[in-house]
């Protein structure tokens, strides 16, 4: 099924996307309760199952619901700022620890070192967080995180 230029996710597929996501976060998350849509980039969104009640076939949609990440190869995920949150609450995988000085900048777009990393593989995305805050997501690498919130997303120096 489509809506507009999106892919709905069959319940198999949804099922997969969970799996993805433990595999990844260590968080088991229900998405069976939305509406899952991926676009021809690979990206995620989560909707509310109401919106097949409408009628959406006069608009050209190409986004709609809460962005919540974007599929990778090697079954990993990147999370949005808001899938970060949704996934982050119960994760026990690939979690950073920023101290207050540390999640300031991080939020204005500079790559940081982190406090303290959960069960954390270099060359993967993980989520940061900051007391009880959750950031984002980023990559961790050897030499710290590399910023990915977007420009529009970032705090002014």
Not at 30 to 42: A, M, S
Not at 91 to 117: R, W
Request: proline residues 2%; glycine residues 8%; contains cysteine.
């Amino acid at each position: 099924m489509q809506i507009g230029k999106m892919k709905v996710l069959s319940k198999g597929e949804i099922k997969d996307l969970e799996r993805r996501i433990e595999k990844n976060y260590g968080s088991k998350v229900n998405l069976r309760d939305f509406l899952v849509l991926v676009n021809k980039k690979n990206k995620i969104w989560l909707v509310n199952k109401e919106v097949l009640n409408l009628d959406l076939s006069k608009l050209r949609i190409n986004a709609l619901g809460l962005g919540f990440g974007k599929l990778k190869r090697n079954e990993k995920i990147h999370l949005t700022i808001e899938g970060s949150q949704i996934v982050g609450k119960n994760a026990t995988k690939n979690l950073v620890i920023l101290d207050e000085k540390n999640a300031i900048k991080f939020m204005q777009g500079a790559s940081v070192k982190p406090k303290e990393k959960i069960n954390c593989e270099y060359h993967n995305f993980v989520i940061v967080k900051s007391g009880k805050d959750i950031l984002g997501s980023s990559l961790l690498l050897e030499d710290g995180l590399k910023n990915l919130i977007p420009k529009s997303r970032r705090l002014p120096f």
